[in-house]
C-alpha cells in the first residue's frame, strides 16, 4: 500500500530520515558511512504468550530496536500503546542516539513496545506481559548492551519486574539492567522530574540568549503526564507564568496564569485538567494556537505540523515530547521566527540523569539529589551552547545543528573504531 504525503509527514521514522538526510549531506558524510548510521544495528520482534485473568491465551506483538552500540550500550525507553508500530520505535531507537550524543553521554540508542491496551488490562497482566516481553529479548540487554527506561504507559514499576527477571534469570541482583526504577531498587534521586526539569533549564537558557526574565514569560503546556506536569511545576516554582495547560481530554486556560500546585492536586483526585476552577476550557489542540512567549508541548509525537504550524504564536518553542514537530512544520516555524529547542536537546535531561542512575547503580554508591540537579544542569546547558553555536557556525536552524552534532560525535567514533570484518 502507498504511503501518502501526509502520513510520511506524520511518521516518527520519516520525520527522523528526512531530518538526518539533511544533516548528512551538510556534513558531507561519506554515503556508505550515512547508510550504516542511518540503519539499525538490530530489529528484534517478539510474540508474546500470556494467560490472561480469564484463562484465554493471549499473543501480543512487541518490539526492541538497537540502532547504535559506536558510542556505548544502546539506551531508550520501553512504551505499552495499542498504536506501537514497528517502524515508530525504529524512528525513536535513532532519535535516542541522536539524543545521548547532543548531550555527550556514553550511550546508543533503541526503543522497545508492546502493542496493548494498558486500560484494559489488570496489574497482574501487565506484569505477565513484561516479564515474557523481558525473557524474550534477554540475550540482547544488560548494563554493557541495552539498558530499557520507562516510556509511554510504563513506569517504575514496570521496570522493576524487567529487573527482577534479568536478576533471575542471571542468578544475581543487577540493578544497572534497567533505569527509571523506585529509589528503593537503586533508582536515582531526581529521575522522576529530570525530563521535565531539563525542560525548564534549557528554557532558561533561551530566555538568556533574548535577554528575556521569567516574570514576563507566558507558557502553554500540551500534555500533564510526567513530562509536563514536572515541568509545569518546577517552571511555575521559578516563576514563570503557565497560562494555558492540555492533557488528552482537553485544556484550561486562564490568561492571568494558573495556580499550577491546585492543579497538579486537582489532577491527581480528576484525572484530567478539565474543569478546572478558575480557568476557561479549551481544546488540546486549540491551546497550541493561543499567544504566548513559550509552548512546551509534552504529549505526543507530530502534534505541530503543516497544517498548524502557521497559526503558532509563541516565539520559543521547547520540545518536552519526542517528535512532535513535522519537518515540514520546523520549515513553517523558522519561516516564521521561532526559536525552536528540539526534542533530542530539550527532553534529553531525562535520558541524562538515567545514565547518572546507570553510574550509580555500577559504583553502588548513591548522590543527593541536588548533586544529581547540578550535574544535569551542567550538562543540559553545555548541551544547549553547543547547538546553538553549531547553528550560528553552519548557518543551519537549531534542529538541523542538533543532528549536525550528534551525527558527527557518532560518526567520529564509527571512524575512530573502524569497521569489523
Not at 493471549?58 to 495499542?82: E, M, N, T, W
Not at 535531561?349 to 548522590?367: A, I, K, L
Request: with cysteine.
Amino acid at each position: 500500500m502507498k504511503i501518502s504525503e501526509t502520513e510520511k509527514e506524520l511518521s516518527v521514522y520519516e520525520s527522523m530520515a528526512a531530518r538526518f538526510d539533511v544533516a548528512a549531506g551538510k556534513l558531507q558524510l561519506d554515503e556508505g558511512l550515512k547508510k550504516y548510521l542511518r540503519s539499525p544495528n538490530r530489529e528484534i520482534i517478539v510474540h508474546i504468550p500470556v494467560a490472561m485473568d480469564n484463562g484465554q491465551l493471549k499473543v501480543f506483538d512487541g518490539y526492541r530496536v538497537q540502532h547504535s552500540i559506536a558510542r556505548g550500550p544502546c539506551k531508550g525507553g520501553l512504551r505499552y500503546s495499542p498504536d506501537v508500530t514497528l517502524d515508530e520505535i525504529r524512528g525513536l531507537a535513532a532519535e535516542m542516539t541522536w539524543k545521548c550524543a547532543v548531550v555527550n553521554i556514553p550511550f546508543g540508542g533503541a526503543k522497545g513496545g508492546v502493542v496493548c491496551d494498558p486500560s484494559q488490562l489488570s496489574m497482574g497482566e501487565l506484569e505477565r506481559i513484561t516479564r515474557r516481553y523481558t525473557a524474550e529479548i534477554l540475550d540482547y540487554i544488560g548494563p554493557e548492551r541495552d539498558v530499557p527506561a520507562p516510556d509511554m504507559n510504563t513506569n517504575e514499576q514496570t521496570m522493576a519486574w524487567i529487573m527482577d527477571t534479568y536478576s533471575m534469570h542471571v542468578r544475581h541482583t543487577v540493578t544497572a539492567s534497567v533505569t527509571g526504577k523506585p529509589l528503593d531498587l537503586g533508582g536515582s534521586q531526581g529521575r522522576r522530574e529530570a525530563t521535565g526539569r531539563g525542560c525548564m533549564i534549557v528554557a532558561d537558557e533561551a530566555l538568556k540568549h533574548f535577554g528575556r526574565k521569567r516574570e514576563s514569560t507566558r507558557v502553554i503546556v500540551q500534555g500533564f503526564g510526567n513530562v509536563g506536569s514536572q515541568a509545569a511545576r518546577l517552571m511555575h516554582e521559578e516563576g514563570y507564568k503557565i497560562i494555558g495547560v492540555a492533557d488528552i481530554a482537553g485544556g484550561v486556560f486562564n490568561a492571568h496564569g494558573l495556580d499550577i500546585p491546585a492543579l497538579v492536586e486537582y489532577v491527581s483526585e480528576n484525572a484530567t485538567v478539565k474543569g478546572f476552577p478558575g480557568s476557561e476550557n479549551i481544546g488540546a489542540q486549540e491551546i497550541l494556537e493561543q499567544d504566548c512567549e513559550m509552548l512546551l508541548p509534552a504529549a505526543t509525537e507530530s502534534v505541530i505540523s503543516s497544517k498548524n504550524a502557521h497559526k503558532i504564536k509563541a516565539r520559543i518553542l521547547v520540545e518536552g515530547a519526542n517528535s512532535p514537530t513535522t519537518p515540514p512544520a520546523d520549515d513553517i516555524l523558522f519561516d516564521c521566527g521561532v526559536f525552536v529547542i528540539p526534542d533530542i536537546l530539550a527532553n534529553a535531561g531525562g535520558v541524562t540523569v538515567s545514565y547518572f542512575e546507570w553510574v550509580q547503580d555500577r559504583q553502588g554508591y548513591f548522590w543527593q539529589e541536588t548533586v544529581v540537579n547540578e550535574r544535569l544542569k551542567s550538562i543540559m546547558v553545555a548541551a544547549f551552547n553547543d547547538v546553538v553555536h553549531y547553528g550560528k557556525k553552519h548557518h543551519v536552524n537549531n534542529r538541523i545543528a542538533a543532528y549536525m552534532l550528534a551525527i558527527d560525535r557518532v560518526a567520529f567514533s564509527l571512524k575512530l573504531r573502524g569497521i569489523y570484518a
